[in-house]
T-cell receptor, first 116, second 114 residues
């Protein structure tokens, strides 16, 4: 069964600190996609990244980086030099081939609070 | 701005009533997905339409229904509303038939049932 676990409910950091948000997933499928979305206080869900199961290369985009490790079924997200604008709830999600990639299964989210 | 438009942004209604939520996908996107975000259930997939046809159903109650019209906009109909239906309802769209492509979400409709 597919499942996404974000064990960290809430993280508080001070601006300029680095922070890592953990995501562990469960799937029996060999073909799947992993995603991260950001939900700022305004409420919308903002797409951040998509990674397929055959691409374990880490990715960096500005202050954001993602570490995908199939051996530990993890897809962790690091924000370097955090800023107040990074305060949001971050969701990790999974989409599997055996459901025809028809839906995203989300974790429960991690609320990140960045204080000045 | 994701390009996905949802109306209304807020809706307050009484138990037992029926409401319709509307979604206009990004230009060129043929897939529309509906998700419900509630405090107790988190973000849950409800239903997926592609080019007017229903493609997948998730945890959608029988009191809920959806459709996608020829102009590709979609409506989610919620009837016999209960207090527990209060949630943020998101629409998302993507270019392809499946969600392994980037799905872009609207700002959501916050439904409050009183």
């Amino acid at each position: 069964a597919q499942k996404v676990t974000q064990a960290q409910t809430e993280i508080s950091v001070v601006e300029k600190e680095d922070v890592t948000l953990d995501c562990v997933y469960e799937t029996r499928d060999t073909t799947y996609y992993l995603f991260w979305y950001k939900q700022p206080p305004s409420g919308e869900l903002v797409f951040l990244i998509r990674r397929n199961s055959f691409d374990e290369q880490n990715e960096i985009s500005g202050r954001y980086s993602w570490n995908f490790q199939k051996s530990t079924s993890s897809f962790n997200f690091t924000i370097t030099a955090s800023q107040v604008v990074d305060s949001a709830v971050y969701f990790c999600a999974l989409s599997e081939a055996n459901t025809g990639f028809q839906k995203l299964v989300f974790g429960t989210g991690t609320r990140l609070l960045v204080s000045p | 701005d994701s390009g996905v438009t949802q109306t209304p942004k807020h809706l307050i209604t009484a138990t037992g009533q029926r409401v319709t939520l509307r979604c206009s996908p990004r230009s060129g996107d043929l897939s529309v997905y509906w998700y419900q975000q509630s405090l107790d259930q988190g973000l849950q997939f409800l239903i997926h339409y592609y080019n007017g046809e229903e493609r997948a159903k998730g945890n959608i109650l029988e009191r809920f229904s959806a459709q996608q019209f020829p102009d590709l906009h979609s409506e989610l109909n919620l009837s016999s509303l209960e207090l527990g239906d209060s949630a943020l309802y998101f629409c998302a769209s993507s270019e392809g038939q499946v969600s392994n492509t980037e799905a872009f979400f609207g700002q959501g409709t916050r439904l409050t049932v009183v």
